[in-house]
């Protein structure tokens, strides 16, 4: 969702292992400026349009941060965004 409200073109790609997932989404949309800011859990840049479908609470990155087991976020301003997450499979996450 991120890329498509705040990005611009974006791939989505998945490497599925034995005992790993990893998640790779790049996009060549505006960047982000500050991804401290960004990662603060209720931070959001996001239009009305976007919040009038029930997206906009900035709990997007915060989330994805609790959730995967490693992540990476590199961006900067104009040079597009690229986020990794790691999961791996023995351990972590909501329901085993
Ligand atoms: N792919 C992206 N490209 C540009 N800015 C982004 C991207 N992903 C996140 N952001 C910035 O980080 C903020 C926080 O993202 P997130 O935690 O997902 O909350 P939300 O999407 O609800 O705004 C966004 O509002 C936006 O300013
Ligand atoms: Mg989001």
Same mark, same amino acid.
């Given at each position: 969702?991120?890329?498509?409200?705040?990005?611009?073109?974006?791939?989505?790609? $998945?490497?599925?292992?034995? @005992?790993?997932?990893?998640?790779?989404?790049?996009?060549? *949309?505006? !960047?982000?400026?500050?991804?401290? +800011?960004?990662?603060?859990?209720? $931070?959001?840049?996001?239009? @009305?349009?976007?919040?009038?479908?029930?997206?906009?609470? *900035?709990? !997007?990155l915060?989330?994805m941060k +609790?959730?995967a087991d490693e992540i990476t976020v590199?961006?900067?301003?104009?040079?597009?965004?690229?986020v990794r997450m790691v999961?791996?499979?023995?351990?972590?996450?909501?329901?085993?």
């Amino acid at each position: 969702m991120n890329v498509v409200m705040h990005g611009g073109e974006g791939s989505l790609s $998945f490497a599925i292992n034995t @005992d790993r997932l990893v998640m790779e989404i790049s996009d060549d *949309g505006p !960047g982000i400026v500050d991804i401290e +800011k960004a990662m603060q859990a209720g $931070f959001s840049t996001a239009l @009305d349009e976007h919040r009038e479908m029930g997206f906009g609470a *900035g709990m !997007g990155l915060p989330n994805m941060k +609790k959730n995967a087991d490693e992540i990476t976020v590199e961006s900067e301003k104009d040079q597009g965004t690229r986020v990794r997450m790691v999961f791996y499979m023995d351990k972590g996450g909501d329901g085993g």
